[in-house]
Structure formats: structure tokens, C-alpha cells
């Protein structure tokens, strides 16, 4: 019987990493569809109540927030608000477009 | 006494909304901060093995799993892979940066 060679031990050990990465990202998807769920609520209510679809002084109260969360929970802060804005840049989209659903 | 006004009203379910919102983002950033931590050891582990930082087999199977698991709980496949893609381009990176300081 052979032993387990140092090669056979790393792509053991990746294979253990990347089934946890992939649990994560399943949580992560699922978590964005809820996040979603609730920016389309949001961007109805604003639509009806004419409201303009941007935020800015929240999203800059969510952006310090994130980023002050990432560091304690040892998370890149820059890399952080970069995917909040690419979440928050999707919402906007589909807030104007909810705006000029009701408009049209 | 007056009445809850229309604007009122929305005004408070906007709040009922952001709160869940904030919520939804605390627990993201706690995801990806544990997908980072995950990452970074196999990032650490490939750079030892030798093994190039990107994967793209690994890629297209893990964009075609996230956007049918998208499609199935009612997030945009497109905007699931957009996200995936920049987690992915950050992971990259992080990993030839552990290749770099291995060789260097």
C-alpha cells in the first residue's frame, strides 16, 4: 500500500475547501434573491409614492457601515463597497425602471 | 388626533424595508468574509502545489450552478454571475499575489 502523496493530500484538502466555498456561495445567492425581494418592495413603494429612485446620503450611511463591518470581520473594506455598489447599481436600474413602468 | 398619511405610511414601510435590507447586508458581509478566508487558503495552498491561481473549469461549473440555483429562487442568472465574476476576479488576483511572494 502506498502512502498518500503530497500531491494526493493538496486536491484532498482543495476539494474540502471548494465544497464549503460552494456551500457559502449557495447562501450567498439565496441571500441576495431575499435582498432583492425587498429592493423590489422598495422600488415599487418609492414608484407609487414618487420618490426618487437614489439614495444617496443612505447609501453613503450603508457603504461606512459595510466597510466598517468588513474590517471586523476580516474582509477587504475596499472590496466590500465594491460589491455593494455593484448591488446598489443594479437596484437603482430597476427602481428607474420601475419609475418609468409607472410613468409610461 | 390626524390620520396616518399616505406619505406617512410609506415613509414607515420604506424603514421596515431598510432595516431588513441592513440586516440581509450584515449577513453578506459575514459570508463572503468566511468565502475570503476559504480562498485564501487554497490560495496558499496552490502556490505551494504549484498550481495555476485560476480554474477556468471550476469557473464555468461554479456560474453554471449559481445561475440555475439564481434562477430557482427568483434572482436575475445575470446579475448572479456578475457578482460571482467580481468575487472570482478578486480571488485571482489575491491568489497570484500568494504565487508571487512564494517565487519572489
Redesign the interface.
Known amino acids: 500500500m502506498r502512502g498518500v502523496s503530497?500531491?494526493d493530500a493538496?486536491r484532498a484538502?482543495?476539494h474540502r475547501?471548494?465544497s464549503?466555498?460552494?456551500n457559502?456561495?449557495?447562501?450567498?445567492?439565496?441571500?441576495?434573491?431575499?435582498?432583492?425581494?425587498?429592493?423590489e418592495?422598495?422600488g415599487r413603494?418609492?414608484a407609487?409614492?414618487g420618490?426618487p429612485p437614489a439614495d444617496p446620503a443612505?447609501e453613503a450611511v450603508?457603504i461606512a457601515?459595510?466597510r466598517s463591518?468588513?474590517e471586523s470581520?476580516?474582509?477587504?473594506p475596499h472590496?466590500?463597497e465594491?460589491?455593494?455598489n455593484?448591488?446598489i447599481g443594479?437596484v437603482i436600474r430597476n427602481h428607474e425602471q420601475f419609475a418609468e413602468e409607472r410613468e409610461g
Do not use: N, P, W, Y
Open positions: 503530497a500531491e493538496a484538502e482543495l475547501l471548494r464549503s466555498i460552494d457559502l456561495d449557495a447562501a450567498l445567492i439565496h441571500l441576495l434573491a431575499e435582498r432583492f425581494k425587498c429592493t418592495t422598495v413603494l418609492k407609487r409614492a420618490m443612505r450603508q457601515r459595510l463591518m468588513a470581520s476580516g474582509l477587504d472590496f466590500a465594491k460589491i455593494l455593484v448591488i443594479e
